[in-house]
């Protein structure tokens, strides 16, 4: 007999029925079954759940003042001022100056991170002329902005932070030390492009000479 003709198919599924339907019984009644929901159910709080146990009637308990993780994923250095590390903020003031040692090392980190976090909005010169702006985002602007030049370090990492316009946060992509990291070398950009040999050291401005015979 062919089991593909209506006919066959037709039985194949009255015959079916009988043990599904016997299945959705046995379920409901193991369902229904004193004890079968306990572990379910246990009695526990849910999340934010108020509690009389406690005079400040929650049932989740405050972390211990001071309290670390044991592990912080995001690596911070020891510096002096911490909390500047971690809000760009000098007594209150976006801060001029970088928690960090800004040396060679820095600047080379921040490259590194500037070049992958920010060229494709704001380019590798920092003029506003990534590639998604080449193809029809909205423009950043150009570091060498006056109003920009004369922005505080921490103006660069608040941003980068907090997010500005059409830029979301980088906080959960960029760790604290990078974010300044990069902001030091956006300073090092803005220089760069109206730089003068005679504002190189003596030992540099002899190098450039050199390299120019």
Excluded at 83 to 106: F, I, M, R
Excluded at 124 to 142: A, C, E, K, T, W
Aim: with cysteine.
């Amino acid at each position: 007999m062919n089991p593909n003709t209506p006919q066959a198919r037709a039985r194949n599924a009255a015959a079916r029925r009988p043990g599904r339907l016997a299945a959705a019984v046995a379920a409901a009644l193991l369902a229904a079954a004193p004890g079968c929901t306990d572990m379910y159910d246990q009695p526990r709080y849910e999340p934010y759940e108020a509690s009389p146990l406690f005079s400040n009637g929650a049932s989740a308990r405050t972390l211990v003042a001071g309290t670390v993780p044991r592990d912080d994923a995001r690596r911070l250095p020891a510096v002096e001022d911490r909390d500047l590390l971690l809000t760009g903020l000098k007594d209150g003031q976006l801060s001029k100056t970088s928690p960090l040692a800004v040396d060679a090392e820095l600047l080379a980190r921040g490259r590194q991170r500037y070049n992958i976090f920010c060229t494709p909005c704001h380019g590798q010169l920092g003029d506003g002329r990534g590639v998604i702006v080449q193809r029809g985002f909205s423009p950043p602007p150009n570091y060498t902005d006056p109003r920009l030049v004369e922005a505080p370090l921490g103006h660069f990492f608040k941003v980068m932070t907090e997010g500005h316009g059409a830029m979301y946060s980088f906080a959960a992509r960029v760790a604290p030390q990078d974010r300044w990291a990069i902001a030091a070398y956006i300073r090092a950009l803005q220089l760069s492009q109206g730089a003068r040999p005679a504002d190189l050291p003596a030992e540099d401005q002899q190098k450039l000479e050199g390299a120019g015979k």
